[in-house]
């Protein structure tokens, strides 16, 4: 059994009007997020593309620890899908940071200049535990799987009349560089994310045996080149749209070009 996502399309001031084929913006809108309503049978996990014409806030996210009650932990990655020549992503510190001068770089506006900028090109994988300090450059179409959470923590937003929360972030913020392991390339095979909240994996064509054991549960199919059905042809993914499905095995990839899968954990 399977069934496709219904996609919702979410304006940013960062966005973009011109978004890359298959989607469209509406006329008159910058479209920052098209993402896929989060199904009950994978309540875990939840997958977006992000497409950036300016910088993104400067925020963070709690772990399930140390949230609190009306919150929810969040971990995600970013694939970079397509960059521009300087496109860039900020993940954590050039060095350790003490929270009073997080604090005091946030409300000056130097927090960018601590931050590590790291260059983003196709292919890149990019893994943020709860409490790593962050930001998204402008120039980027990315897939972020994430946990299932809205709560976000923004420490810097360049000015914009949008509400801050310093306390939170700083109360969840690790000052820490980012570790080098948490950064893969599709280069490096098809897992790319087995972590504590989910896993991901980049399959070309066919999955083999391996893999279809691996999700032998529910599941999202997400691809980015070809199709994706139903064995039972009750439902069809192409570019763009999200599958999900109660097993792998009952998935048909004989028109599948390059697919995203993602379960929880």
């Given amino acids: 059994m399977a069934r496709k996502l219904p996609t919702r399309m979410v304006a940013k001031v960062w966005g973009r009007d011109a978004l890359p084929a298959p989607f469209a913006a509406p006329a008159g809108e910058r479209i920052g997020e098209i993402w896929f309503e989060p199904p009950p049978e994978v309540p875990q996990v939840l997958v977006k593309y992000l497409f950036t014409s300016e910088k993104l ?13 009306g919150e929810a932990g969040k971990e995600e990655c970013w694939l970079v899908l397509d960059a521009e ?16 001068e997080i604090e005091a770089a946030a409300l000056d506006g130097s927090i960018e200049d601590l931050l590590t900028w790291h260059p983003a090109h196709p292919g890149d994988l990019f893994y943020l535990p709860a409490g790593t300090v ?13 946990q299932t959470s809205d709560t976000t923590f923004r420490l810097y937003d360049y000015g914009r009349p949008r509400e801050l929360h310093l306390e939170r972030a ?11 392991q948490h950064k893969r ?25 391996a893999t279809i ?53």
Avoid: K, M, W
Wanted: hydrophobic share 50%; charged share 20%; proline share 6%.
């Fill in 57 to 69: 806030s400067v925020q963070v996210h709690p772990s399930d620890h140390n949230a609190l009650l």
């Fill in 85 to 100: 020549p300087d496109a860039r992503l900020a993940i954590g510190f050039e060095r350790e940071v003490a929270s009073a």
């Fill in 134 to 146: 962050h930001a998204i450059g402008p120039g980027l179409a990315l897939v972020e799987v994430q």
């Fill in 170 to 180: 700083l109360a969840v913020a690790s000052g820490a560089p980012y570790g080098v």
């Fill in 185 to 209: 390339s599709i280069a490096d095979g098809q897992v790319l994310v087995d972590g504590p909240h989910f896993r991901l994996d980049r399959v070309e064509g066919a999955p083999d045996a």
């Fill in 213 to 265: 054991a691996a999700y032998s549960g529910p599941l999202l199919a997400l691809p980015l080149a070809g199709e994706v059905a139903a064995r039972d042809g009750s439902a069809l993914a192409g570019a763009g749209e999200c599958l999900v499905a109660d097993a792998l095995e009952n998935l048909d990839f004989s028109r599948a070009g390059v697919t995203l899968l993602t379960r929880g954990v």
